[in-house]
């Protein structure tokens, strides 16, 4: 075989940088161009005939653009800044001979350059046909198109360019993820046509391939055969004879002939241009990044029929289809080919931990909803290649709605451990298990280089159990997606001794094979999927995480609200304007948004999206409200009240709590604003006149001075719970009542001052916005210096306060007001924080006198358990974690729990002390990040006994979606709509079906969990006031899956630990 190689006389020892330095030197863009194959690849060039601008006011006007007055302008012509939006005429009159000398091996590319990302429009269409991106320094540039075809029947040419102000990954000042510099001008670099040797691009692309094979290569026989082959095409091409090219390439092509045996590696390539909603850019530049990213896979498409392109991420394909009709229809027709192919089946390619389990499952029906109705696809696979974690129900709700399969990568940045596979089983909390794959080569934007198949099948961690790996080649975040380069290697390396094979795929087709030969061979990952990075995104932006749970508990009672009038017979369900607030939620919940990693204007954006939402959902609650109540008209001629106050419990269980509320007859308790306090009892999921408690141990209040006189405490108590604070807020005694009768306490559940304010050093190795890194803990400073002593605010007997001040530095503070209320199990914590800090990190701690080795946090529709002490690498890595609404360090006798109403990011040290993470104040990408002032609440909760026995599940959801009272008399009857008959099953969701929309049939949606983590019967019931025709049991797409029998008003369920079930009910 050497000697069919070797014709050129080559020395018989050759030195192996020097060789590979000469393939590099003789196809480098930068050295010796004069002379190396780059000075052969262009040929003749045509410079614009005309050339003019348009500076547009905004995005998305190529009607205006159209019709606009044009400036002329020159190449070199300067313009900006970051973010406009700039249209540019192209015209070219092409001289006959330009075309008609065209030789078979030429081909005519129109150059343009402005180191921007660029559309090109087609004014006949109206719609985008191609793009143009750059990504410098990152390598990343599209600066042509082929316009050879266009030539064959006209020699003038013309191109209308939309130039938006940013490079593919923004325009960070100092690093890529700085905040945008403002100063940043463009300038047209190149604007031309110009002629392509197809066969000089073919070898460059060979020696390149070879180059990388022998670089890869180098210790093994097929890297010195790479190396020689190269080098014999450099002495061919060095020689003045018309015929070199076609021998250089038949060596080439020879080399690349060689194929693997039947048991190699297989990778499966699949293009992808994966796509951020929002970072270091806006949602609206995302917008056109979808428009040109997908136009220029479409035509590529056109050139290139054999490869496909995956696609997430319903909220993007919406955005084409209503900015971009035509190339949503080129879309569809691709789609409907098997070529253009959508994955993930969600809205969005959401946080992994933040959302809450409802979030989630709208998320996924939202999402397969749209891709059934425009596409008639329903995927099986869910897509989130870049999440900053993942919460160990996603198998439960991936499953519940239609999903098998599960893809990602982002594992792979773990800080400590190596995750130890690529392709397994994922085991969620119920159980349920998905067939999970991680990309081996640790990324979602591959360029098809011999490195990348390389570092593939050396860092797969399944040998011997599987033998096929994903590969997602293209350029993402509107780098435009696969490239022809990508496509031409592939096409070469597709079957090449030493390589694994390559086999142009898709995610199905790459599932599928998995499933026919290796399921029996693979192993189980139990629990969540904890990334070792980015952990401080539980708890940045702080602002955009309130909004986010405000958003979630009013949608929840938006809907039982919509579900009661309708069923009533009041309204029609509102599906129109709580679509449009789901949408704006889900969007969101991206994961560079909701986790606070974008940069300023995207976060101005998300607050204001997250305003709208609350504003349409505030309106619609009224409405609602409205709907179901009459004005007492006593009210109305200035008259005492007559009656009392009706109050809303969305929640599914009894609630006995303190309210405030404008009017009653009964007045024990008035607040600052005149408001009259009163202890409420309401049925769960229910609008119903308020049951005064008229029985109650009333709450009390009272200050004392140590006997040394070194200082003073305040004594707070009622039937459930004594505390004693300090002077500065800080719960020095906490115990829960063991008999409320005779007035027994626990012990002392403290074991040093809780609620300590803790500021800690918040400086990351690189990524600002997202690293806690895990030195800050050895930076710890309490916060002890007091600006206002605590000092009581209330006395009882229904609620009593203490309110506190505390400098946290020059340019911040933090004012508490401590609350305990009658028959309350909890004492809250209202917060207001005015936060001025740089690259600080504020947290509130409670050392707890309670010996356990793992806490409990709630994740969606359930919980779970991490370690308390560090022995091991993957237990010391999980100094930072994620929550939902609660956590809890509990022995056997008694706990206690940590509740909060927007917080998610938490900790323990010292294998005892439970933290809150509250804020932080990164500058990079935002550098106002958290700045300003925050208001929220947390909850501190003794208990006896286990956590399922102690209502921390119930008061942290009571927390999270306060009783709601309005002055106005109930229509429907005081009963809960649905009640469950096991406290551990949680009804969280109730809703009119989605078939509901079409047909008008009376269908209402339930969604439960056990939220215990055992196994049990749980009947569910009606209210008696309505009918129950049919219930079904049926999946996450509400399609029907078992008849249930009903009895009366009720049926009855089957739960395993943490199962989530959705049930139909035709009223």
Known sequence: ???????????????????LERIDKFISEIYFTDVNLQSRLLAKHVAPTTLSHFKADGRFDFKLAQCAEYEPVEVGYNFGPIWSSHWFKVNFQVPKDFVSGLSEDEEVLFYWDTCTEATIWDENTSAPIGAFSCAEPHGNVRDYIPVTNQLKSSTSLSFLIEVACNKVLGEGKGSFIGPPDDSVSYTIRKCRLSVRNSKVKALIRDLQLLHDIAK????????????????????????????????ALSLSSQFFAEGNGAGQHVIHAVGHCHMDCAWLWPYDETKRKCSRSWSATLELMDRYPEWTFACSSAQQYKWVQTLYPGLFQRIKQSVASGRFIPVGGSWVE?????????????????GQKYFIENFGIQCTEFWLPDTFGYSAQLPQIIQHFGMTRFFTQKISW?????????????????????????????????????????????????KGRSCKSIFLFGHGDGGQGPTEDMLENLKRLKDVNGLPRVKLSTPGEFFSSIEQTDLQNLCTWSGELYLEMHNGTYTTQSKIKWYNRRCESLLHTLEFLGTLCYVSNLREYPFKELDAIWE??????????????????????????????????????????????????AHEVGNAPTHLPTVVNSLGWSRTEVVAVEHTPCVEQKDSEGNSYCLVTVCGYSVSPCTPCIEYHPVTVRQTSFADGSGETIIMSNNKIYAEIDRAGCLTVLKYVLDPISQTYSRNLLSGNANQFTLYDDIPLFWDAWDVMDYHQETRRCLTEVLTSAIVKEEGPLRCSV????????????????????????????????????????????????????????????????????NTSWDSAKYEVCCQKWMDLSDYSSGVAILNDCKYGCSVTQYS???????????????????????????????????????????????NTPLIVMDEVPK??????????????????????????????????????????????????????????SAKECNGLEREIEDLKIKQHSFTASFGPFKVKTFKILF
């Open 1 to 19: 075989m050497a000697s069919t190689y070797y014709s050129y006389q080559a020395p018989p020892l050759k030195h192996y940088q020097m060789s």
């Open 216 to 247: 890869e290569l180098k210790d093994e026989e097929r890297g010195f055969t790479a190396l020689y082959v190269a080098n014999e095409i450099i002495n061919l091409l060095q020689l003045e004879d018309a015929d070199a090219s076609n021998r």
């Open 350 to 366: 959401m946080d992994g931990y933040l959302p809450s389990g409802e979030s989630m499952c709208r998320q996924m029906l939202f």
């Open 414 to 462: 773990n800080l400590f451990n190596k995750f130890p596979h690529h392709t397994f089983f994922w085991k969620g909390l119920d159980g349920s298990k998905v067939l999970s794959h991680f990309a081996p080569g640790d990324s979602y934007h591959m360029e098809a280089k011999v490195g990348e198949f390389v570092k593939t099948i050396r860092n797969f961690e399944d």
């Open 584 to 633: 704006s939620v889900l969007l969101n919940q991206f994961h560079d948004v909701l986790p606070g990693s974008s940069v300023e204007i995207a976060n101005i954006d998300a607050r204001n999206i997250y305003a709208q939402a609350l504003s349409s959902g505030t309106t619609l609650l009224t409405d609602l409200l409205h709907t179901l109540s009459t004005e007492n008209s």
């Open 803 to 870: 309110e506190v001040t505390l400098k946290i530095s020059n340019s911040s503070h933090i004012k508490q007001l401590i609350i305990l209320e009658a028959k309350s199990s909890c004492i809250k914590v209202e917060c207001n924080v005015e936060w001025n800090e740089n690259r600080k990190f504020l947290k509130v701690e409670f050392p707890l006198d309670i010996v356990s080795d793992h806490v409990t946090y709630e994740s969606q529709f359930g919980h779970i358990r991490r370690p308390t002490h560090r």
């Open 913 to 959: 002390t439970l933290s809150l993470s509250l804020l932080r104040a990164p500058k990079s990408p935002d550098p106002t990040a958290d700045m300003g002032s925050h208001q929220f609440t947390y909850a501190i909760l003794p208990h006896g006994g286990s956590i399922q026995d102690s209502g921390v599940i119930q008061s942290a959801a009571a927390l």
């Open 972 to 1029: 429907v009857a005081a009963s809960s709509l649905f009640t469950t008959d096991q406290p551990s099953v949680v009804i969280d969701t109730v809703k009119l079906s989605e078939d509901s929309r079409e047909t008008g049939s009376r269908c209402v949606i339930i969604r439960c969990y056990e939220s215990f983590g055992g196994s049990c019967e749980a009947t569910l019931s009606l209210s008696p006031n309505y009918t129950m025709s």
